[in-house]
């Protein structure tokens, strides 16, 4: 099994809503990342676990919440979310720890829309 | 701050000509450099990679880049493009910014291949 899984592929939400995003993957990959992208724009990096421990937090709002309950899942839970947040939300993985030469497996992505 | 550029938003080639997309970088120290492609709502795949060693790279699908270090350079070619090839590529470099490894991608380019 070489894939990244991320459910819902679609979501709708209004302002005041609370919903989750889910990534799984079986590859026994121990570094997972959120990533976010805009239309015709590239991935930006959100948050990375390593060995399920969060590592890096490019800053994120608050309104965005991270959480890796194991080594095969990651949720991103969100809560009172803006329109400007609308984008398809990517899941990644990668082998070992944050190291420099591995190549990353993203999900499909799900496409979040804020209303 | 390490950085990709793409100079082109988008190529256009015939099929059966050979293809190139253009990516220049900037990292401290040694580049680790890769090429990604995301078809239309998925994720983005790995196509290949350079750490060290030989400065021509033979990935997946018959692409190929070709890493020059003194023009900070990392263009991805193919001999044959595919109509299929059309897609969103992305180049990446690793390093470390902000005090921990990133990943940090190019705006994108998109490769139309025309029948």
């Known amino acids: 099994d070489t894939e990244v899984t991320q459910t819902p592929k679609h979501l709708v939400m209004g302002m005041t809503n609370k919903k989750s995003l889910k990534c799984e993957q079986h590859m026994g990959h121990r570094a997972m990342y959120w990533y976010k992208q805009k239309a015709k724009k590239p991935p930006e990096l959100m948050f990375v676990?390593?060995?399920?421990?969060?590592?890096i937090n490019e800053s994120v709002p608050s309104r965005f919440s991270p959480e890796c309950p194991n080594s095969s899942l990651l949720n991103l839970h969100l809560h009172a979310l803006q329109p400007e947040d609308s984008a398809l939300y990517l899941c990644?993985?990668?082998?070992?720890?944050?190291?420099?030469?591995?190549?990353?497996?993203f999900g499909s992505g799900t496409q979040l829309s804020v209303l | 701050a390490q950085s990709v550029a793409q100079p082109e938003d988008q190529v256009n080639v015939a099929e059966g000509n050979p293809l190139t997309v253009k990516c220049t970088y900037s990292v401290s120290g040694n580049p680790y450099l890769f090429w990604y492609v995301q078809y239309p709502n998925r994720g983005l795949q790995f196509l290949l990679k350079y750490i060290t060693g030989d400065n021509l790279v033979k990935g997946s699908y018959g692409f190929e880049a070709e890493f020059n270090k003194s023009q900070t350079s990392f263009h991805l070619k193919k001999p044959s493009a595919l109509v299929s090839d059309s897609a969103l590529y992305f180049c990446a470099v690793r390093g470390v910014s902000g005090g921990y490894q990133k990943v940090t991608f190019g705006t994108g380019t998109k490769l139309q291949v025309i029948p």
């Open positions: 990644a993985s990668s082998q070992g720890r944050v190291a420099t030469n591995e190549k990353l497996f």
């Open positions: 676990y390593s060995y399920e421990k969060l590592s």
